[in-house]
């Protein structure tokens, strides 16, 4: 029962970067001029959109997700022996991720609690926690290259979203925060895959040994 459950949680994790992603694609017809260029996806929640609420709920439930998938990656890491510590923070992060996007949804822009603030912090460590759990989970190149590209994706936007590099944002913000949530969003994604792909070969060795002793 524990894998079943452990298995449905992790499938949520693997939505999490589908459901953001798909949100702008869904409401940007109803908002008249909308450029994802342009436009960040909150704005597609805000005062300034002719129908917010089912954008709003929709964050909400992105949110919801994520933090139940917080606990999948709990059970997932516990179960494969990781670290206690690595396992917890794992969760840590997941769940501070999960409340960005939910208080999102509860108070949009310009609501100055949108985004979550201090709590949603953890969003920012995705990349590198993730990279660190992973790296030694699979030894294909592929997963290897994404983890590597995703911190270095992460890394260069750092300055630019700070304002550390001076430019004029305005007329790319949407495009900016989409490469900037893409090195948040998808190793959520791509670590619950991972997991769920290890915790089933964990569980055919397991089988093995026990046959073994039958």
């Known amino acids: 029962m524990k894998e079943k459950v452990t298995a449905a949680l992790l ?3 693997i939505a999490v970067p589908i459901i953001y992603f798909g949100i702008p694609i869904v409401a940007a017809p109803y908002y008249p001029g909308y450029s994802f260029v ?4 909150s704005e597609l929640g805000s005062n300034r959109a002719i129908n917010p609420d089912p954008v ?5 439930i992105l949110g919801i997700v994520t933090l139940l998938a917080a606990f999948g990656f709990l059970l997932a890491l516990y179960r494969l022996g990781t670290n206690p510590l690595l396992a917890w923070l794992t969760m840590i992060v997941v769940v501070s991720h999960g409340l960005g996007s939910l208080l999102s949804g ?3 822009i310009p609501d100055p609690r949108h985004g979550g603030g201090a709590l949603s912090a953890g969003m920012f460590l995705v990349p ?3 990279a660190f759990v992973l790296w030694k989970r699979s030894n294909t190149r592929l997963l290897k290259g994404y983890l590597i590209a995703n911190l270095i994706l992460f890394v260069a936007m750092v300055p630019i979203m700070s304002g550390i590099i001076e430019m004029d944002r305005s007329m790319i913000a949407g495009l900016l925060q989409r490469i900037l949530a893409f090195t948040a969003f998808t190793p959520i994604g ?3 895959y991972v997991l769920m792909k290890c915790l089933k070969n964990f569980q055919k060795r397991n089988h093995v040994m026990s046959d073994k002793f039958i």
């Open 106 to 108: 509860i108070f949009p």
């Open 11 to 13: 499938r949520m994790g």
């Open 38 to 41: 342009k436009h960040t996806a």
């Open 128 to 130: 590198f926690i993730f």
């Open 190 to 192: 791509v670590g619950a």
């Open 56 to 60: 709003n709920a929709a964050i909400i």
